[in-house]
T-cell receptor, first 114, second 113 residues
């Protein structure tokens, strides 16, 4: 079975631009979470979606938004990019949120803002 | 409310044991452990639930003290393949935090021959 797939793998954007990152979960997984990982740090929680509804939001500004589609894939959007948004963005899927259900991570999208 | 991990880094020789600790300031429902190798995605190791149940890797063990909101990961007879950064992820027991996994800053483990 295919794992979590993310696209694109790498992206270079200019300050002030907008970016859309995409994630396809493992088949059968209905929950998708987004994390931002800066070099040398742990993944920082951005959003969690389950059954197309937002179930959690981390401490990120409103420039960050996300949605989940009927096929359970997800998009993360970031507006008005800042240099500090440069990071690895990880998508993780799970059968259900939390509890017994482990997260399965994709390989991430490396975003560089210049 | 990010959990605190200790130590930040540890260096071992093959065959030695290590313990990684994870502590939270809030009541927890579950603790997850993941390992991330350089340039790769985090990989699931272990889940511990409130109530003492565990699910995960057969060569790694862990404990969860619900009253102290602490978890420890035990790596015994370490192998070179154990090298990487270990993250604990905590899920709150109450309120809107249920289902959301918050990660610590990680513990970098290096196993030398």
């Amino acid at each position: 079975d295919a794992g979590v797939t993310q696209s694109p793998t790498h992206l270079i954007k200019t300050r002030g631009q907008h970016v859309t990152l995409r994630c396809s979960p493992i088949s059968g997984h209905k929950s998708v979470s987004w994390y931002q990982q800066v070099l040398g740090q742990g993944p920082q929680f951005i959003f969690q979606y389950y059954e197309k509804e937002e179930r959690g939001r981390g401490n990120f500004p409103d420039r960050f938004s996300a949605r989940q589609f009927p096929n359970y894939s997800s998009e993360l959007n970031v507006n008005a990019l800042l240099l500090g948004d440069s990071a690895l963005y990880l998508c993780a899927s799970s059968l259900v949120p939390g509890g017994w259900s482990p997260l399965h991570f994709g390989n991430g999208t490396r975003l560089t803002v210049t | 409310q990010q959990p605190v991990q200790s130590p930040q880094a540890v260096i071992l020789r093959e065959g030695e044991d290590a313990v990684i600790n994870c502590s939270s300031s809030k009541a927890l429902y579950s603790v997850h452990w993941y390992r991330q190798k350089h340039g790769e995605a985090p990989v699931f190791l272990m889940i511990l639930l409130k109530g003492g149940e565990q699910k995960g890797h057969d060569k790694i063990s862990a404990s969860f003290n619900e009253k102290k909101q602490q978890s420890s990961l035990y790596l015994t007879a370490s192998q070179l393949s154990y090298s990487g950064t270990y993250f604990c992820g905590t899920e709150g027991a109450y309120g809107g935090s249920q289902g959301n996994l918050i990660f610590g800053k990680g513990t970098k483990l290096s196993v030398k021959p």
